[in-house]
């Protein structure tokens, strides 16, 4: 972690950005919009809420993977803040070294930056690709103390229970519209919609372990 520039002498908080930080959906909904295209929220996914006005049938896969490269190249700064995230970062941060863990083209590491760093997060940035269970068991296994997790995709937290089960985990969705729709686990990953509540459950399990 010391060529990310963290000291790895404290507690680790492992975020995500989007549905998280961030409100992605909403970000991609408006580049779509500049396209001609509008997103629904149908279902919880991504290229199956694409449509063209008037039509009952989503755009095709490929076409929405076009559209998913631009969003990261053109316009990934024209992104909502999730509401809170950024005070209870700066608050964690007190206690915790904090890393950004993402999934995104690579091309999107520079605008993912600037749009952190405007927000008030500048932390350490990581881009990821696939799960992020090796990486976070890395990044955990280099902190002194206890270590957090949180994410939006179940995958995303069953690959680090797998990998590094000693690491709390915290399932949130940033967008009230999608959370009656995202998949959960609470059993294994307690589910926090929202960062007031979700705070304070990183902060104790941080002191306490255990999720």
Request: charged share 25%; aromatic share 8%; hydrophobic share 45%.
């Amino acid at each position: 972690m010391k060529a990310l520039g963290v000291r790895g002498d404290r507690p680790l908080v492992i975020v995500d950005v989007d549905e998280v930080l961030g409100l992605f959906m909403e970000g991609f909904a408006r580049y779509l919009a500049g396209q001609g295209l509008e997103m629904r929220f149908d279902r919880f996914a991504l290229f199956q809420n694409i449509y063209r006005p008037g039509e009952d049938r989503h755009i095709d896969i490929e076409t929405g993977q076009v559209h998913f490269q631009a969003f990261f190249r053109d316009a990934v700064e024209d992104m909502p803040v999730a509401q809170g995230g950024p005070e209870a970062l700066a608050r964690l941060s007190s206690q915790a070294d904090i890393v950004i863990l993402t999934n995104a083209p690579g091309q999107a590491l520079a605008g993912r930056a600037r749009w952190l760093k405007k927000h008030g997060m500048d932390y350490p940035l990581l881009v990821n690709s696939g799960l992020k269970g090796p990486v976070a068991a890395a990044l955990a296994a280099q902190a002194s103390g206890r270590a957090a997790f949180i994410d939006d995709m179940i995958p995303n937290l069953d690959s680090v229970a797998e990998h590094a089960p000693e690491i709390a985990r915290f399932q949130t969705v940033a967008d009230v519209r999608l959370r009656p729709m995202a998949p959960s686990r609470p059993d294994l990953h307690p589910r926090i919609d929202g960062w007031e509540a979700l705070e304070a459950a990183i902060a104790q399990s941080l002191e306490t372990g255990g999720r």
